[in-house]
């Protein structure tokens, strides 16, 4: 029963910090570098990046301006941009599984290093509920509620969608467990066969021979 608890407190702080990650890191010219976001379908997700300036007092150089792509896993292109310095994008996920935003800085001589600013959010965490309560003027526990409400809508679809996978990585165990069984009774099926050849080949042989 404590271990349960253990578990179930790990998921639930697990889908709260991976439905957002906000994070700077370093692009050599001429490289790419590419983040994963596993996403539900139906899920919505907005994600803001920006290059910090090496010199605050001078405008941004072509040479730190980035390419940037978002793609979900079957190819399909949800965000394109080209020799920028910042961008944002936002879309609501109509596949499930893995989506890649990847940067490119340009070829440059000598060789360069770009400093990226990016974060990306995906399901509760999307909504700004700061700026609701500016607009509409709601006091700060139905706020609070509100986010609340939000934040457990979330976690269980999450537990919804790991029973799904769950249930695919069953059947997928259960058609490899399958698929071995049958491999292994050819191969003794085989194994046997050529034991047999073998025995009447050598008899043969030997009867040829007269020898039996």
């Known amino acids: 029963m404590i271990l349960r608890s253990v578990l179930v407190l790990v998921l639930l702080v697990g889908v709260l910090f991976r439905a957002s990650q906000s994070l700077r890191f370093d692009l050599q010219s001429g490289q790419t570098k590419c983040i994963a976001e596993d996403i539900k379908s139906n899920s919505m997700t907005v994600g803001k990046y920006h290059v910090v300036k090496p010199n605050e007092d001078h405008p941004l150089p072509d040479s730190h301006k980035l390419t940037v792509r978002v793609t979900s896993s079957y190819g399909n292109n949800f965000h394109s941009a080209e020799k920028v310095e910042n961008g944002q994008f936002a879309f609501t996920a109509t596949e499930q599984g893995d989506y890649m935003a990847c940067f490119w800085a340009p070829e440059h001589s000598p060789p360069i290093t770009v400093t990226v600013d990016f974060d990306w959010r995906t399901g509760v965490h999307t909504k ?59 191969s003794l099926f085989l194994c046997l066969s050529v034991a047999g050849l073998q025995f009447w080949h050598l008899k043969t042989f030997f009867e040829k021979k007269k020898l039996i």
Not at 137 to 155: G, H, P, R
Not at 163 to 170: D, G, K, P, T
């Open 128 to 186: 700004d509920w700061t700026n609701v309560a500016k607009k509409g003027q709601v006091d700060a526990m139905e706020l609070e509620l509100k986010n609340l409400y939000d934040t457990i809508q979330s976690i269980h679809e999450e537990m919804f969608y790991l029973r799904e996978r769950e249930e695919e990585m069953q059947e997928l165990n259960k058609a490899t467990t399958s698929k071995m069984f049958w491999l292994s009774f050819l």
